[in-house]
T-cell receptor, first 115, second 112 residues
Framework: NAGVMQNPRHLVRRRGQEARLRCSPM?????VYWYRQLPEEGLKFMVY????????ESGMPKERFSAEFPKEGPSILRIQQVVRGDSAAYFC?????????????FGAGTRLSVL | GNSVTQMEGPVTLSEEAFLTINCTYT??????LFWYVQYPGEGLQLLLK?????DKGSNKGFEATYRKETTSFHLEKGSVQVSDSAVYFC???????????FGTGTSLTVIP
């Protein structure tokens, strides 16, 4: 049973370009969470999605960031017009349901570098 | 609100030394508490958890006890190995809400 798969593992973009990060949850999981880890910091929650629904986006920056989890295919975190401050590791996690105390399984992350 | 404060690193220990990484939390209600470990270049892996006061989580020789009276969940291991070198994150999951709250991480290096 494959774990949470994220790609690419490393992504380099120039300022102003778009970054698209993909996350395939574990088999049977219908809940996806995105976290951002800035240098020297812990992970910060960004967004929680179920299939075709955004449940909680309280941690998402108001501009340039969007996320989706379509009926088919991976979840996508999209960052438009990237800036140097977007350089971070972006982790995706999945769970079979979104109840409290449930365990989230994390992917290996995508490390975004903005030049 | 919810937050986690953990001991700043980096921590460097000799093999077979005793490890303690302090973690305290602030939460509304009764959260579940976790320790995650991140090896170089990898994602976070669950190390152990505790879901209620006085519970002890344990795994791979690591232990942590949920102390409600001191709002703490300190990580301990009696004898560390080189392979334990990693970044350790303390986290809480509140009984309502959708997200984990992570500490800033503590980097541990174990030298032979």
């Amino acid at each position: 049973n494959a774990g949470v798969m994220q790609n690419p593992r490393h992504l380099v973009r120039r300022r102003g370009q778009e970054a698209r990060l993909r996350c395939s949850p574990m088999k049977g999981h219908s809940h996806v969470y995105w976290y951002r880890q800035l240098p020297e910091e812990g992970l910060k929650f960004m967004v929680y999605l179920q299939k075709e629904n955004i449940i909680d986006e309280s941690g998402m920056p108001k501009e340039r960031f969007s996320a989706e989890f379509p009926k088919e295919g991976p979840s996508i975190l999209r960052i438009q017009q990237v800036v140097r401050g977007d350089s971070a590791a972006y982790f995706c996690a999945s769970s079979p349901r979104g109840l409290a105390v449930n365990i989230q399984y994390f992917g290996a992350g995508t490390r975004l570098s903005v030049l | 609100g919810n937050s986690v404060t953990q001991m700043e690193g980096p921590v460097t220990l000799s093999e077979e030394a005793f490890l303690t990484i302090n973690c305290t939390y602030t939460a509304t209600g009764y959260p579940s508490l976790f320790w995650y470990v991140q090896y170089p270049g990898e994602g976070l892996q669950l190390l152990l958890k505790a879901t209620k006061a006085d519970d002890k989580g344990s795994n791979k020789g690591f232990e942590a006890t949920y102390r409600k009276e001191t709002t703490s969940f300190h990580l301990e291991k009696g004898s560390v190995q080189v392979s334990d070198s990693a970044v350790y994150f303390c986290a809480l999951y509140p009984n309502t809400g959708n997200q984990f709250y992570f500490g800033t991480g503590t980097s541990l290096t174990v030298i032979p």
